[in-house]
Antibody
Framework: QITLKESGPTIVKPRQTLTLTCTFS??????????VGWIRQPPGKALEWLAV???????RYSPAMRSRLAITKDTSKNQVVLTVTNMDPVDTATYYC??????????????WGQGMLVTVSS | KFILTQPHSVSESPGKTVTISCTRS????????VHWYQQRPGSSPITLIF?????PSGVPDRFSGSIDSSSNSASLTISGLKSEDEADYFC???????????FGGGTKLTVL
Protein backbone atom coordinates (compact mmCIF):
# COMPACT_ATOMS: atom_id res chain seq x y z
CA GLN A 1 0.00 0.00 0.00
CA ILE A 2 1.44 3.33 -1.10
CA THR A 3 1.11 6.32 1.20
CA LEU A 4 2.61 9.79 1.11
CA LYS A 5 2.55 12.62 3.61
CA GLU A 6 3.69 16.21 3.34
CA SER A 7 5.32 18.12 6.16
CA GLY A 8 6.76 21.57 6.61
CA PRO A 9 5.82 25.06 7.80
CA THR A 10 2.22 26.16 7.52
CA ILE A 11 3.13 29.85 7.43
CA VAL A 12 6.08 31.57 5.73
CA LYS A 13 6.91 35.21 5.29
CA PRO A 14 7.24 36.92 1.91
CA ARG A 15 10.67 36.47 0.30
CA GLN A 16 11.44 33.47 2.51
CA THR A 17 12.27 30.03 1.16
CA LEU A 18 9.73 27.25 1.66
CA THR A 19 11.03 23.73 2.32
CA LEU A 20 8.54 20.87 2.14
CA THR A 21 9.21 17.20 2.81
CA CYS A 22 7.28 14.28 1.37
CA THR A 23 7.68 11.07 3.36
CA PHE A 24 6.39 8.00 1.60
CA SER A 25 6.03 4.26 2.01
CA UNK A 26 5.03 1.30 -0.13
CA UNK A 27 7.62 1.84 -2.87
CA UNK A 28 11.27 2.69 -3.29
CA UNK A 29 12.64 5.60 -5.28
CA UNK A 30 15.60 3.43 -6.15
CA UNK A 31 13.35 1.16 -8.25
CA UNK A 32 13.39 1.72 -11.99
CA UNK A 33 10.41 3.75 -13.22
CA UNK A 34 9.42 5.26 -9.89
CA UNK A 35 8.88 8.98 -9.42
CA VAL A 36 7.43 11.50 -6.97
CA GLY A 37 5.91 14.81 -7.93
CA TRP A 38 4.71 18.00 -6.26
CA ILE A 39 1.48 19.73 -7.20
CA ARG A 40 -0.12 22.77 -5.60
CA GLN A 41 -3.62 24.22 -5.48
CA PRO A 42 -4.41 27.80 -4.45
CA PRO A 43 -7.66 28.05 -2.48
CA GLY A 44 -10.61 27.52 -4.82
CA LYS A 45 -8.39 27.16 -7.86
CA ALA A 46 -6.97 24.52 -10.17
CA LEU A 47 -4.17 22.03 -9.65
CA GLU A 48 -0.74 23.19 -10.81
CA TRP A 49 2.14 20.78 -11.35
CA LEU A 50 5.45 22.00 -9.91
CA ALA A 51 8.14 19.33 -10.14
CA VAL A 52 8.90 15.62 -10.37
CA UNK A 53 11.94 13.53 -9.50
CA UNK A 54 12.62 10.06 -10.85
CA UNK A 55 14.44 7.01 -9.54
CA UNK A 56 17.54 7.86 -11.62
CA UNK A 57 17.64 11.41 -10.13
CA UNK A 58 16.24 12.96 -13.32
CA UNK A 59 14.40 16.13 -12.31
CA ARG A 60 11.75 18.06 -14.20
CA TYR A 61 10.26 21.43 -13.32
CA SER A 62 7.30 23.53 -14.35
CA PRO A 63 8.60 26.01 -16.91
CA ALA A 64 6.74 28.80 -15.13
CA MET A 65 8.37 28.06 -11.78
CA ARG A 66 11.71 26.56 -12.81
CA SER A 67 13.89 29.36 -11.50
CA ARG A 68 12.41 29.10 -7.99
CA LEU A 69 12.21 25.35 -7.49
CA ALA A 70 14.56 22.58 -6.42
CA ILE A 71 13.62 18.95 -5.83
CA THR A 72 15.82 16.34 -4.19
CA LYS A 73 15.43 12.83 -2.85
CA ASP A 74 16.81 10.82 0.03
CA THR A 75 16.25 7.23 -0.94
CA SER A 76 17.43 5.85 2.40
CA LYS A 77 14.81 7.90 4.26
CA ASN A 78 12.05 7.50 1.65
CA GLN A 79 11.77 11.26 1.40
CA VAL A 80 11.52 13.87 -1.33
CA VAL A 81 12.18 17.53 -0.56
CA LEU A 82 10.89 20.53 -2.50
CA THR A 83 12.24 24.03 -1.96
CA VAL A 84 10.55 27.13 -3.30
CA THR A 85 12.49 30.36 -3.08
CA ASN A 86 11.25 33.93 -2.81
CA MET A 87 7.76 33.07 -1.58
CA ASP A 88 4.95 35.52 -2.27
CA PRO A 89 1.34 35.72 -1.06
CA VAL A 90 0.22 34.35 -4.45
CA ASP A 91 2.08 31.14 -3.56
CA THR A 92 -0.45 30.50 -0.79
CA ALA A 93 -1.79 27.06 -1.65
CA THR A 94 -2.26 23.48 -0.59
CA TYR A 95 0.86 21.60 -1.60
CA TYR A 96 0.54 17.91 -2.49
CA CYS A 97 3.13 15.27 -3.15
CA UNK A 98 2.08 12.34 -5.29
CA UNK A 99 3.39 9.04 -6.60
CA UNK A 100 3.92 8.89 -10.31
CA UNK A 101 2.49 5.74 -11.88
CA UNK A 102 5.57 3.80 -13.02
CA UNK A 103 4.34 3.00 -16.54
CA UNK A 104 6.65 4.99 -18.78
CA UNK A 105 4.10 6.16 -21.31
CA UNK A 106 1.39 7.06 -18.82
CA UNK A 107 2.49 10.17 -16.91
CA UNK A 108 -0.14 10.39 -14.23
CA UNK A 109 -0.20 10.42 -10.43
CA UNK A 110 -1.92 7.42 -8.88
CA UNK A 111 -1.48 8.12 -5.16
CA TRP A 112 -1.63 11.52 -3.46
CA GLY A 113 -0.70 12.78 -0.05
CA GLN A 114 -3.24 14.53 2.14
CA GLY A 115 -1.79 17.91 1.22
CA MET A 116 -0.80 20.79 3.44
CA LEU A 117 -1.88 24.38 3.30
CA VAL A 118 0.98 26.84 3.23
CA THR A 119 0.11 30.48 3.82
CA VAL A 120 2.44 33.30 2.83
CA SER A 121 1.94 36.28 5.09
CA SER A 122 4.01 38.81 6.95
CA LYS B 1 2.87 24.42 -24.57
CA PHE B 2 -0.78 23.40 -24.82
CA ILE B 3 -3.72 24.21 -22.56
CA LEU B 4 -6.50 21.90 -21.46
CA THR B 5 -9.85 23.70 -21.29
CA GLN B 6 -12.73 22.42 -19.20
CA PRO B 7 -16.16 23.92 -18.54
CA HIS B 8 -16.15 25.78 -15.25
CA SER B 9 -19.23 23.99 -13.96
CA VAL B 10 -21.90 21.47 -14.90
CA SER B 11 -25.02 20.35 -13.11
CA GLU B 12 -27.45 17.48 -13.46
CA SER B 13 -30.04 15.59 -11.50
CA PRO B 14 -29.51 12.34 -9.61
CA GLY B 15 -29.75 9.27 -11.81
CA LYS B 16 -28.96 11.20 -14.97
CA THR B 17 -25.81 11.17 -17.10
CA VAL B 18 -23.33 14.04 -17.40
CA THR B 19 -20.31 14.51 -19.63
CA ILE B 20 -17.36 16.78 -18.86
CA SER B 21 -15.12 17.83 -21.74
CA CYS B 22 -11.40 18.59 -21.80
CA THR B 23 -10.19 20.27 -24.99
CA ARG B 24 -6.54 20.44 -25.98
CA SER B 25 -5.50 23.78 -27.48
CA UNK B 26 -2.76 22.61 -29.83
CA UNK B 27 -1.32 19.45 -31.34
CA UNK B 28 -3.35 16.28 -31.13
CA UNK B 29 -5.29 14.96 -28.15
CA UNK B 30 -3.89 11.60 -29.21
CA UNK B 31 -0.29 12.70 -28.65
CA UNK B 32 -0.40 11.81 -24.95
CA UNK B 33 -2.79 10.04 -22.64
CA VAL B 34 -5.45 12.01 -20.77
CA HIS B 35 -6.18 11.24 -17.14
CA TRP B 36 -9.04 12.33 -14.87
CA TYR B 37 -9.05 13.10 -11.15
CA GLN B 38 -11.94 13.59 -8.77
CA GLN B 39 -11.54 15.93 -5.83
CA ARG B 40 -14.26 16.02 -3.23
CA PRO B 41 -14.44 19.10 -0.96
CA GLY B 42 -11.63 19.12 1.56
CA SER B 43 -10.00 15.98 0.12
CA SER B 44 -7.02 15.12 -2.03
CA PRO B 45 -7.54 14.22 -5.69
CA ILE B 46 -8.03 10.58 -6.62
CA THR B 47 -7.55 8.99 -10.02
CA LEU B 48 -10.82 8.21 -11.77
CA ILE B 49 -9.61 7.43 -15.27
CA PHE B 50 -6.08 6.93 -16.54
CA UNK B 51 -4.71 6.45 -20.04
CA UNK B 52 -7.84 7.92 -21.67
CA UNK B 53 -10.23 5.09 -20.80
CA UNK B 54 -8.87 2.91 -17.98
CA UNK B 55 -10.46 2.71 -14.55
CA PRO B 56 -8.37 1.94 -11.46
CA SER B 57 -9.67 -0.91 -9.37
CA GLY B 58 -12.40 0.29 -7.05
CA VAL B 59 -13.73 2.99 -9.39
CA PRO B 60 -17.33 2.17 -10.37
CA ASP B 61 -18.09 1.53 -14.03
CA ARG B 62 -20.48 4.51 -13.89
CA PHE B 63 -17.34 6.50 -14.72
CA SER B 64 -15.94 6.26 -18.22
CA GLY B 65 -13.44 8.14 -20.35
CA SER B 66 -13.16 8.70 -24.07
CA ILE B 67 -11.20 10.59 -26.70
CA ASP B 68 -12.61 12.43 -29.73
CA SER B 69 -9.98 13.33 -32.30
CA SER B 70 -12.42 15.40 -34.36
CA SER B 71 -12.91 17.88 -31.52
CA ASN B 72 -9.41 17.33 -30.10
CA SER B 73 -10.90 16.62 -26.74
CA ALA B 74 -11.29 14.05 -24.03
CA SER B 75 -14.47 13.43 -22.09
CA LEU B 76 -15.43 12.04 -18.72
CA THR B 77 -18.92 10.57 -18.56
CA ILE B 78 -20.68 9.82 -15.30
CA SER B 79 -23.89 7.84 -15.48
CA GLY B 80 -26.43 7.16 -12.76
CA LEU B 81 -25.43 10.33 -10.94
CA LYS B 82 -25.33 10.20 -7.15
CA SER B 83 -25.05 12.99 -4.64
CA GLU B 84 -21.60 11.68 -3.69
CA ASP B 85 -20.39 12.49 -7.21
CA GLU B 86 -20.61 16.18 -6.38
CA ALA B 87 -16.97 17.23 -6.65
CA ASP B 88 -14.37 18.97 -8.79
CA TYR B 89 -13.01 17.04 -11.75
CA PHE B 90 -9.65 17.73 -13.37
CA CYS B 91 -8.19 16.38 -16.59
CA UNK B 92 -4.43 16.09 -17.02
CA UNK B 93 -2.03 15.24 -19.82
CA UNK B 94 1.68 15.47 -20.56
CA UNK B 95 3.60 17.81 -22.82
CA UNK B 96 6.42 15.66 -24.18
CA UNK B 97 8.30 18.56 -25.75
CA UNK B 98 8.59 20.51 -22.50
CA UNK B 99 8.41 17.61 -20.02
CA UNK B 100 5.47 19.47 -18.54
CA UNK B 101 2.51 17.95 -16.71
CA UNK B 102 -0.58 19.92 -17.75
CA PHE B 103 -3.80 20.13 -15.73
CA GLY B 104 -7.11 21.46 -16.91
CA GLY B 105 -8.79 24.25 -14.99
CA GLY B 106 -11.25 21.89 -13.33
CA THR B 107 -15.02 21.44 -13.54
CA LYS B 108 -17.33 21.69 -10.57
CA LEU B 109 -20.10 19.11 -10.76
CA THR B 110 -23.30 19.87 -8.91
CA VAL B 111 -25.83 17.09 -8.46
CA LEU B 112 -29.14 18.92 -8.11
Amino acid sequence: QITLKESGPTIVKPRQTLTLTCTFSGFSLSTSGEGVGWIRQPPGKALEWLAVIYWDDDKRYSPAMRSRLAITKDTSKNQVVLTVTNMDPVDTATYYCAHRHPTWTSYHFDYWGQGMLVTVSS
Amino acid sequence: KFILTQPHSVSESPGKTVTISCTRSSDSIDDNYVHWYQQRPGSSPITLIFEDTQRPSGVPDRFSGSIDSSSNSASLTISGLKSEDEADYFCQSYDTSNHDWVFGGGTKLTVL
